[in-house]
């Protein structure tokens, strides 16, 4: 079945990187996702990658696959306050060839000024 | 603005009560969803339409009923509500060739 991990909480101090992991079972997983929550907010859809990618730069996000390993994780750099939120792992299994999307139970980003 | 929008935000009501949550999309997106996210803020969808078309029902209670009267509605009502249905509703909507979803801001729902 589908499933996808993630820890619930990393803090980091303004200016370092943060790097936040996941995990996920499901081999055909043809989507991986990362969404944003702030407080009150609905989900923000940061980026995505493509399983037949390993690597995705965009700004201060890279988004790095390892497919074998089904790992995932997110890395961005000069993390900000602005940056503390909620941060969701998704997959996405498409059948039928619509989305459906798995969320993992979301990582808290705390930025320590 | 062209968003996901849901009405209302915030919904306190009685155990036992009937309620409505609407949501609209003006993306032209042809997909739309449900998702529920409890106190944990772990999201499970529940359902999701194509073009007026049910095409995702998960486990969700009869008391849940889903209706789409076009493909850029599609409205959640509950009936005899419980304490566990207390929770933010998400509705979103996505675009075959898209990615991702796009999020509404949510309703937040306590039962009381």
């Known amino acids: 079945g589908e499933d996808v991990e993630q820890s619930l909480f990393l803090s980091v101090r303004e200016g370092d990187s943060s790097v936040i992991n996941c995990t996920y079972t499901d081999s055909s997983s043809t989507y991986l996702y990362w969404y944003k929550q702030e407080p009150g907010a609905g989900l923000q859809l940061l980026t995505y990658i493509f399983s037949n990618m390993d690597m995705k730069q965009d700004q201060r996000l890279t988004v790095l696959l390892n497919k074998k390993d089904k790992h995932l994780s997110l890395r961005i750099a000069d993390t900000q306050t602005g940056d503390s939120a909620i941060y969701f792992c998704?997959?996405?299994?498409?059948?039928?060839?619509?989305?459906?999307?798995?969320f993992g139970i979301g990582t808290k980003l705390q930025v320590i000024p | 603005d062209t968003a996901v929008s849901q009405t209302p935000k915030y919904l306190v009501t009685q155990m036992g009560n009937d309620k409505s949550i609407k949501c609209e999309q003006n993306?032209?997106?042809?997909?739309m969803y449900w998702y529920k996210q409890d106190s944990k803020k772990f999201l499970k969808i529940m359902f999701s339409?194509?073009?007026?078309?049910?095409?995702i029902n998960e486990t969700v209670p009869n008391r849940f009923s889903p209706k789409s009267p076009d493909k850029a509605h599609l409205n959640l009502h509950i009936n005899s509500l419980e304490l566990g249905d207390s929770a933010v509703y998400f509705c979103?909507?996505?675009?075959?060739?898209?990615?991702?979803?796009?999020f509404g801001s949510g309703t937040r729902l306590t039962v009381v």
């Open positions: 993306l032209g997106h042809d997909t």
């Open positions: 979103a909507s996505s675009q075959w060739g898209e990615e991702g979803y796009t």
């Open positions: 339409y194509n073009n007026k078309e049910l095409i």
């Open positions: 998704a997959e996405s299994i498409l059948p039928g060839g619509y989305q459906k999307v798995t």
